[in-house]
C-alpha cells in the first residue's frame, strides 16, 4: 500500500469525531433546553426579575455556540479509544441514572461509593463517609440554602414528610 492510502483514512475519522461530538452536545443541549422550560418557580435566591428558565438556557446558548465553534475550529485528531476505566465511569453513571428514578439521593449515595471504590479507593470506612457525605452535602446545599426541592424518593420522603 502507498503511503497516500495510510493517510486518507484518519482525516475521515477525524472529521466524523469533529463534527459527531459537537453535534451531540447541541443534541443534549437541546433537550436540556426543553426541560428548562418545564421549571414552575425561581428560588428565592435567584428572585431579581429573573424566569426560573432563564439563566439555565443561558448557559445552554453559550454550549451550543461553543460546540458550533468547536465542529468548525478543532482540527485535531480523533481521540483514542476510552480506557476501560472511563467506560466503567460512564456505566456507573448510567446506574446512577436508573437508580435516581427511584430516589435521587439514593442514587447520589451509590455512585459516589462505588466510583471511589472504583477508581482505587480501598478503606470500606472511607467508601461508606463519601457515600453519605455526597447526598447529604449536596441535599442541604440546594434545599437549605438555595430553597430546591428535590423529587419525592424513598428518603426525600422522610425529610419532606
Not at 42 to 53: A, E, H, W, Y
Not at 56 to 67: C, D, E, N, S, T
Not at 112 to 131: F, M, N, P, T, Y
Request: aromatic share 12%; charged share 15%; proline share 6%.
Amino acid at each position: 500500500m502507498h503511503a497516500e492510502e495510510h493517510s486518507s483514512s484518519p482525516p475521515a475519522r477525524r472529521h466524523i469525531s469533529n463534527v459527531a461530538v459537537p453535534l451531540g452536545i447541541v443534541a443534549i443541549c437541546v433537550w436540556a433546553f426543553w426541560l428548562s422550560t418545564q421549571f414552575d418557580r425561581v428560588p428565592p435566591i435567584l428572585k431579581r426579575g429573573m424566569q426560573p428558565s432563564d439563566f439555565p438556557q443561558l448557559v445552554i446558548g453559550l454550549i451550543i455556540l461553543l460546540a458550533v465553534w468547536l465542529m468548525f475550529r478543532d482540527k485535531s485528531e480523533a481521540p483514542a479509544r476510552l480506557s476501560k476505566m472511563a467506560q466503567m465511569t460512564m456505566g456507573l453513571l448510567i446506574g446512577f441514572l436508573l437508580i435516581a428514578e427511584v430516589d435521587l439521593f439514593l442514587g447520589l449515595g451509590l455512585f459516589s461509593a462505588s466510583l471511589a471504590a472504583l477508581w482505587g479507593e480501598r478503606r470500606v470506612w472511607a467508601i461508606v463517609l463519601v457515600g453519605l457525605i455526597s447526598p447529604i452535602a449536596v441535599f442541604f446545599l440546594f434545599d437549605g440554602i438555595f430553597e430546591v426541592r428535590f423529587p419525592r424518593g424513598l428518603l426525600t420522603n422522610f425529610w419532606y414528610g
